[in-house]
């Protein structure tokens, strides 16, 4: 998956999708944002934009493309993220909720052959979140 709007912009187009102005400044919200982003938070940002049911309609429409993802921090709300070439797993600080993308230096791929060996069970995704507390926060 590409992460630049341009690109991103290209692909929805080429499956015939329309570019709203709601698509678009989703998209280029998603992007810019340095964590994965709530509805509700981006309901609080374009609150005076777009109302709630375009929010929701726009993100869900997005997901279902396989441009975003949900993610679960089991906070009781899912959170969005673009769909990148890299995998990456988010160290989560419960003190601050700051939010970090965390790369394992373990090959979870070898993991997953084995439950599929081991337990004839084919691995679709996964998903592994670390919850602690950040460097900021110990002081």
């Known amino acids: ?9 290209s692909d929805l187009k080429s ?10 400044q989703i998209i280029t919200q998603l ?8 509805a509700a938070e981006m309901v609080s940002i374009f609150n005076n934009d777009f109302d709630r049911t375009t929010i ?3 993100i869900t429409f997005l997901k279902n493309q396989g441009i975003v993802k949900e993610i679960d921090f089991g906070e009781g709300k899912k959170r969005y993220e673009f769909f990148a070439n890299d995998h990456h797993h988010h160290l989560i600080c419960l003190k601050c909720k700051s939010v970090e993308d965390f790369d394992l230096k373990q090959d979870l ?4 052959k084995r439950i599929k060996k081991e337990k004839k069970f084919k691995v679709m995704n996964h998903s592994l979140e670390f919850f602690g507390v950040c460097k900021r926060c110990q002081r």
Not at 109 to 112: G, H
Request: net charge positive; charged share 30%.
């Open 1 to 9: 998956m590409q992460t630049n709007s341009t690109d991103i912009f």
């Open 15 to 24: 499956k015939g999708a329309k570019l709203t102005s709601a698509r678009k």
């Open 31 to 38: 992007l810019n944002a340095d964590r994965p982003l709530s």
């Open 56 to 58: 929701y309609r726009q």
């Open 109 to 112: 791929a070898l993991e997953e």
